[in-house]
């Protein structure tokens, strides 16, 4: 049960309860500072061995990777750039061993108070606190963390509540995982042929990819949107990437038309390199844009130009594929790959777009209980509403 607070004071540009405690971070934890290992990479890796390692520059990477629960939390000290900070969580909550460098700050307290201590500066912004260090890089010092100013609430309470959101997100990403790998080994079945869908039996046609597709031209349609290849979208107008995106400087009349249902040869070789387009629209001469020359259902090709089957195979007619090489139509021609009937294609579609809408559910859930989460710690971590 929550309640509205009345009775206020001015925490910083905020309102917290009246009968909230305040102190000083330093007084209210302790910083252990000289647990943190050397930063000479040299060192580090000696000392790694089987624990995990974090870095402040690295934190984000490992936010998503161990649960949020334990008795330990991180506060970095040196940051990329400065809207990281602002963009990503400051702190980390670990449990067990760890190793940390010397650019972050081990933080203890009692267990209930140092879980309330992540939820809290996970969204306090500490900007204020932050000393700039050359262009772009910010650091928090022992100093400026040991005075920052914390309320001490009900710790308990409020980190119960709060944790039981991280659960739940913990649990719905495991979900996810366990989903998307089933994904991939339908793919490896279903794409081979390994495993047949009941009412389908026969050996499979394997026809050069030329076979199937072509390559096909259109210029002189410079009033069209320009798209851009994507690993999880497939071809999608530049207006909806997210982010600073780059413009042609001169004009797109020699640029190529793409319809919807075309696959689009893009540079992303590393992945397989064939992107599906729900969108009309324009792409660089660079690119090659195909056509099924026979009745084909596009989402099975769609799915397996993104298997492991079809990048092995492109692997052999493409010597020393990376990241931005492009391929050859003549390289993709040669390339076989299965061809079963329109009915079998359709049949195998189907049961991977299920899989897909299964794991594209999850991730909605996922980013509700986020939210969720967000909003219960902005109004229960200041005191805005209390538990009861």
């Given amino acids: 049960m929550m309640a509205e607070t009345k009775n206020t004071k001015a925490f910083y540009n905020t309102e917290i309860p009246g009968d909230w405690e305040v102190k000083p971070v330093g007084e209210a934890f302790k910083i252990c500072n000289n647990l943190r290992l050397p930063i000479i990479e040299e060192q580090r890796a000696k000392m790694r061995g089987?624990?995990?390692?974090?870095?402040?520059?690295k934190i984000q990477d490992y936010i998503d990777e161990y649960r949020?629960?334990?008795?330990?939390?991180?506060?970095?000290?040196?940051?990329?750039?400065?809207l990281k900070w602002k963009e990503l969580p400051m702190?980390?909550?670990?449990?067990?061993?760890?190793?940390?460098?010397?650019?972050?700050?081990?933080?203890?307290?009692?267990?209930?108070?140092?879980?309330?201590?992540?939820?809290?500066?996970?969204?306090?912004?500490l900007t204020p606190h932050l000393t700039r260090q050359g262009?772009?890089?910010?650091?928090?010092?022992?100093?400026?963390?040991?005075?920052?100013?914390?309320?001490l609430p009900e710790q308990k309470s409020i980190a119960r509540v709060l944790s039981t959101w991280d659960v739940a997100i913990h649990k719905t990403k495991q979900l996810i995982a366990q989903k998307e790998f089933r994904?991939?080994?339908?793919?490896?079945?279903?794409?081979?042929?390994?495993m047949r869908l009941k009412g389908f039996g026969g050996e499979w046609k394997k026809l050069s990819a030329g076979e199937i597709f072509k390559s096909i031209t259109k210029k002189g349609f410079a009033d069209e949107e320009l798209l851009s290849a994507t690993q999880d979208r497939g071809m999608i107008p530049r207006t909806m990437l997210e982010g600073r995106v780059t413009m042609p400087t001169t004009g797109t009349e020699g640029f190529k038309l793409v319809e919807i249902g075309d696959f689009v040869i893009s540079l992303r070789s590393f992945q397989g390199g064939l992107e599906y387009?729900?969108?009309?629209?324009?792409?660089?001469?660079?690119?090659?844009?195909?056509?099924?020359?026979?009745?084909i259902n596009e989402e099975f090709y769609k799915q397996y130009f993104n298997s492991c089957e079809f990048i092995g195979r492109l692997a052999t007619a493409v010597i020393g594929i990376r990241d931005g090489k492009q391929i050859s139509y003549d390289d993709f021609c040669v390339v076989k790959i299965p061809c079963p009937s329109i009915e079998e294609q359709t049949a195998i579609a189907q049961v991977l777009q299920a899989a897909d809408k299964e794991i594209i559910l999850l991730k909605v859930k996922a980013e509700k209980l986020r939210e969720q989460k967000k909003g219960l710690m902005q109004v229960l971590l200041t005191g805005k509403k209390r538990l009861f």
């Fill in 50 to 57: 089987r624990y995990p390692y974090y870095g402040s520059t």
């Fill in 68 to 82: 949020i629960e334990g008795k330990y939390a991180l506060i970095g000290e040196d940051g990329d750039h400065f």
């Fill in 91 to 125: 702190t980390l909550l670990v449990e067990g061993k760890f190793n940390v460098n010397n650019h972050a700050h081990i933080v203890l307290g009692e267990d209930n108070l140092t879980e309330w201590f992540f939820y809290f500066f996970n969204q306090r912004e």
């Fill in 135 to 151: 262009a772009g890089r910010y650091k928090l010092t022992k100093d400026a963390l040991s005075k920052i100013l914390c309320p």
């Fill in 183 to 194: 994904k991939k080994w339908l793919m490896q079945q279903l794409l081979t042929g390994k």
């Fill in 277 to 295: 387009s729900h969108y009309r629209g324009l792409v660089s001469p660079a690119y090659t844009v195909l056509k099924p020359k026979k009745p």
